[in-house]
């Protein structure tokens, strides 16, 4: 078993594949399939996983690896077959795929080092290197050593341990304790010291009262004392050096124990099968469907913790924006310092330290965003995907999967159940729900048994017609006065940031556009600049119209910036707080905004669907939708479902408590069923009307999608490689297949480049990957030459 075969990292489609090295004497007893290894690659020295050892290999004269660069497999045995099958699945390269699987800090490339963590006695070789420096380079270890076998004991043993130079940010960090070795002899030992060695007694009197370990620089602080004073009893045995990972804790704040509510009936009933499920070890799908409060997570909560008295492990997946605080804290609350958290507020180093408690099975919860569905846990009970009708569980570039997918895939290999719960679940999954694919979980009602806040919508038109030329109507006015007065919180909700969404000339009709994207510029007050939110493109605010010269050069649309000013003008008095992606920038600012509305030290929480999310406030009683119609009209076939989703899940925001909520929806299009829909919360009806829709043009669940997008600076070239492309595959599909395009797509050019789509919309085609990955390898040249062609199936990003 001398051979290893690895996938190479050279992203390319022809050399997507694995090849074979051979191990040499001093990696073979070390080497395991899931450790990443450097090989010789042509004339250069690559990284690749190791996926597999074998006897014999079918090619002669094979290289021999020449570094190893993992002590133990950072891909489990389930890892390296579910990325093979992710890979396939998504048409993306093995190598693209295992890398999106682990952490940042594992994909860039960086230095190892060796650190000591005890004073035990290692090899007179290493012990005098570790005399002269306290951080040996990795090379140098294995060299002192003579073998890799050797450092992996002293890593097993606790003795060693590997750091990585990525940032002095990213590596662990280390605490130095002092420990009592030998606890029965230090009285013995402290009557036979001399006299006048005081320092020596004083800390031999402190160990015989507490024999305990303790942190050097508590011990020097108590006993005034230092390294120096140690030292004779380190010699003599008595005292050992021991150093112990800390991990960055990115929630320092101690959550209070929760305990299990008693359960509703509707939560009893609907957890029953989930519990069952656990108990005899079967996959299942389970899509909770459950109104926002109706206390899904508390189900959620209980299921996992029959799974941890199984002593198997959970993962949980919210949405990025969702993993707030105050979700964190429910999990935190309930399963303490069992649970690791995953998302991309953490800087490289705390997400490495959260991923190395699952790896080390440290913790048995991972709550975390998409990514987490990639945790190296080796003995999962349950998943669970909340939200799960939220866009952010797709990922946008390669491998392209759906969380979803993922999850149901490991489901089945861990043999256990997956719950997807949603008050306004995807059409997708609702109907496998009906069919039975799924199996159905309903709640229907709070569980504080509160009616759900009244939705009134507002005809925004008849409001120009009377006069109004605001941004809000006089209804919405009248509410948020009448909720100043009473001291209680509003809550805001425009679906666009910036001041404006563009700038227009009134003489000519001139919009300014990004030079190297068609799409045009937003103005952003605050710097008096026009910005392309698709690249970095920035330019001045004209004051002439470069067209025909006018100065009546106008903002027109609303962003959460001018509705902030707007808002100011009307009610000076009132304190508001703008959350959008501007505001949320830094570090932590998302959650301080947070903790400021919740503190009562604002009036209005105003922002972008990122406050739609999850949030819960006692003093929240009105929420308003400043343009509920704002997503409706993108060229998107789920433009209905999107607003259905988001009308329904900020409306659930007011209300949650004692105090009775209200919901304003602001429309021009006030008749569009997904409005009235949503403002009556029935998501039945919705269904309906929108799976007829779905069923007439064709769109999901009915046909499955597939997005090829093709971009080049050329246009010319970019259509004949298109057409090239609608060939090849109209002469592989079947009959009842239908390939839309090649036609611009909605956004014609970005960063200069053009960009042309092909839909292909099917029903079954199971040789679909393989027709794509053949297409990707025919026009491999070409794609070396900037060719750009991108494979999205089941795709949410259709822009
Ligand atoms: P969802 O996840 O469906 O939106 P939550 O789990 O957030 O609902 O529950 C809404 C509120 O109801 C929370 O404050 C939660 O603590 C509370 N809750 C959940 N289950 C129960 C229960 N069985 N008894 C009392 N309160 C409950
Ligand atoms: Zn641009
Ligand atoms: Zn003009």
Redesign the pocket.
Known sequence: MNIAKVIVDVPSSVINQTFDYYIPEKFQDILQPGMRVVIPFGPRKISGFVVKRIKESNYDHLKEIIDVLDVTPVLTAELLKLGKWLANETVSLYITTYQAMLPQVLKSKYEKEVIRLTDIPLIATLEDAFKKKDILSYEETVQLLGSYRQLQHYIENGDLAVQYVVSSKATKQYKVYIVPSHVDILASEHKNLPKQATRQREILKFFIQYPKPIEQKMLYEQLKINKNNLTPLIDKNLLTIKKVEVYRDPYEEKFPKTEN????KE?EKAIIPIDEAVKTDMHKTFLLH?????????IYLQAIEKVIQKGKEAIVLVPEIALTPQMVKRFKGRFGSNVAVLHSALSVGEKYDEWRKIQRKEVKVVVGARSAIFAPFENLGIIII?EEHETTYKQGESPRYHARDVAIKRGEYNNCPVVL?S?TPTLESYARGKKGVYHLLT?TK???EKEMPTVDIIDMRKELHAGNRTMFSRTLMEKINECLSKKEQIVLLLNRRGYSTFALCRDCGHVEECPHCDISLTYHKRDNVLKCHYCSYESEMPTHCPSCGSDSIRFFGTGTERVEEALTKLIPETKIIRMDVDTTRRKGAHERLLKKFANQEADILLGTQMIAKGL?FENVTLVGVLAADSMLHLPDFRSSEKTFQLITQVS?RAG?HALTGEVIVQSYTPDHYSILLSSNYDYIGFYQREMEIRRTFSYPPYFYLLLVTITHENEQKIYTVAQQIRNMLQHRLNKSSLILGPSPSPITRIKNRFRYQLMIKYRNEPYLQQYMMEILKEFEDERRRDLQIMIDFNPYQLM
């Open positions: 509510l008693t359960l509703t939560q459950g109104v926002t409060g109706s206390g899904k997570t508390e909340d719960g008050a709640l709070r569980t504080n819960d659930g949650r």
